[in-house]
């Protein structure tokens, strides 16, 4: 069995399913294609998931928040490989509804997105951490919280349209099936 298709995974879109129904009854959100309001809501879970094992690395277990490379952040990473591959998944079976079975092809494609996102979120969170709100306060779980938070924003648009036109790309044949 494929792990998009094990019952934890059914589980989770079920619950995700309830939020969409809610997000749905905004008449602004209704404007919305069905998949980017899915996206938004598997990423906003995920993002939750992110920062709070991001607040555990650094408050709890104490990670330090040392730049690699000048703008990367172990612990920023950390999460952001982590929440990718849940995110992958999720976005798999339940905001594309994708049923590829040539995973290998589109695992090499998400893998490309991946590393993007992890560039592009790092170079963010190492600006915001590094450069902005270090200076503003000595508070590092609120400085690391808000660069976690105007970091994601800046990727969820490329991670959409990335997910969409490049790794869980339709043919066009199914395009016109479901746009008809």
Do not use: C
Request: no cysteine; net charge positive; aromatic share 16%.
């Amino acid at each position: 069995m494929k792990f998009w298709e094990s019952r934890f995974v059914k589980i989770t879109v079920k619950v995700l399913d309830f939020f969409a129904r809610i997000a749905l009854m905004l008449p602004v959100i209704k404007k919305l294609p069905l998949n980017f309001i899915r996206f938004f809501i598997v990423g906003s879970a995920d993002f939750l998931f992110e920062l709070l094992l991001l607040l555990f690395l650094v408050d709890i277990v104490h990670l330090p928040l040392i730049p690699i490379l000048s703008v990367i952040y172990l612990p920023n990473l950390l999460t952001t490989i982590v929440g990718s591959f849940t995110g992958y998944t999720l976005n798999k079976a339940w905001s594309f509804e994708d049923n590829t079975d040539n995973v290998a092809k589109q695992f090499g494609k998400y893998v490309a997105v991946v590393i993007f996102n992890i560039a592009l979120n790092n170079i963010f969170f190492g600006f915001w951490f590094g450069t902005v709100f270090s200076s503003l306060t000595d508070n590092v779980v609120l400085s690391s919280t808000a660069a976690k938070i105007l970091a994601t924003s800046f990727q969820v648009i490329t991670s959409y349209l990335a997910y969409k036109h490049i790794v869980f790309r339709k043919d066009k044949e199914v395009l016109t099936e479901v746009t008809v």
